[in-house]
């Protein structure tokens, strides 16, 4: 399949109705368009999957925690903090390449062969879940997720309540430690440092429009 315009605007017209659409493709057509695309795209399994607009609190939530780790990480030269139009690569057969909300860095950056754009070492990863992706996030890129070696640390942090998933490394091959944090006061571990949950979470308003 060749990507043409008709190709595109089908995609388009589709999120208009959708919050994900999900097309067949190859990873190079899914290449040739992910630079220019209008909307967040994503690949997996032989799959496009182009997702709508984020809320309001989606975004306040990522500026927070973009907010946080900055602070905390201000005088480390070695960790950098990117935004969600920052695509990783995860190196397998027909690979995934996903835009998570945050990523971190460090020690440098490392890009997939041909690219100036697409990381191959985050260090952590955060999702803001949405309604309409929390599946997608959990049963297939946190699987895939989980196969980096470099990557330490993978949060997804709801919009719709205080809660917070960690999963963080362990020692043990293929064993990561899970933990729940859904209090105001709980300290949310982010690679060796703390943040409280109600900063996280700070002017953020449950069941208000634009959730």
């Given at each position: ?6 190709f595109l605007e089908n995609i388009i017209q589709q999120l208009e109705g959708k919050a994900l659409v999900r097309v ?6 899914y290449l040739s368009m992910a630079d220019h695309f209008p909307h967040k795209i994503e690949y997996h399994a032989s ?165």
């Open positions: 399949m060749v990507i043409t315009e008709n067949p493709a190859s990873e190079a057509e799959e496009i999957i182009a997702m709508g607009l984020s809320t309001p609190w989606h975004e306040a939530l990522v500026s927070n925690l973009i907010w946080l780790l900055q602070n905390i990480f201000v005088n480390d030269n070695e960790i950098l903090i990117l935004s969600s139009n920052t695509g990783i690569h995860v190196p397998r057969f027909e690979g995934g390449y996903y835009m998570p909300d945050v990523v971190v860095v460090k020690g440098g950056l490392k890009f997939k062969d041909g690219s100036n754009c697409i990381i191959t070492n985050p260090y952590l990863i955060v999702e803001v879940l949405s309604p309409t992706t929390t599946v997608y996030d959990f049963a297939e890129k946190l699987v895939e997720y989980k196969k980096m070696p470099g990557l330490e640390q993978i949060l997804f942090v709801s919009q719709h309540e205080m809660s917070v998933m960690s999963f963080i490394r362990t020692d043990q091959p293929n064993t990561w430690l899970n933990q729940d944090f859904g209090g105001p006061d709980d300290l949310l571990p982010l690679l060796g440092a703390e943040a409280s949950l109600k900063d996280v979470y700070r002017k953020i308003q449950f069941g208000k429009a634009g959730q």
